[in-house]
């Protein structure tokens, strides 16, 4: 789930990187090819393979080749960082109908 998820907004958000970091590591959790990596998170071969590049060296992912196929999987620094993420995400939702109770307080009792 990312922060654009909270938004009900009919207009498009872009993703930040700490999104797309959440979402490759909740696609990945049970193991993915590059392919579906690609797919499942929406993102250009060149884009998912910087993104790769950089979870791989800050170790949150590992690659395990095969013969004939990579797959990628998330470690447990990954599964942390989706863990904590997802604590944020909560927070921030259970904020969302606070926000959306709060009424503005006329002007004329503001002069007071």
Do not use: W
């Amino acid at each position: 789930m990312n922060l654009a998820r909270l938004e009900n907004s009919s207009t498009t958000t872009r993703r930040d990187k700490v999104d797309i970091i959440a979402e490759i590591l909740e696609v990945v959790h049970n193991g993915a090819s590059k392919t579906r990596i690609m797919y499942k998170v929406n993102l250009s071969f060149a884009v998912v393979n910087k993104y790769l590049e950089f979870m791989l060296n800050s170790d949150f992912l590992r690659k395990i080749s095969f013969t004939n196929k990579t797959i990628y999987r998330s470690t447990e620094k990954g599964a942390s960082f989706f863990c904590k993420y997802n604590q944020i995400i909560q927070l921030l939702c259970e904020d969302v109908p606070i926000r959306s109770q709060i009424k503005t307080m006329p002007p004329y009792l503001l002069a007071r």
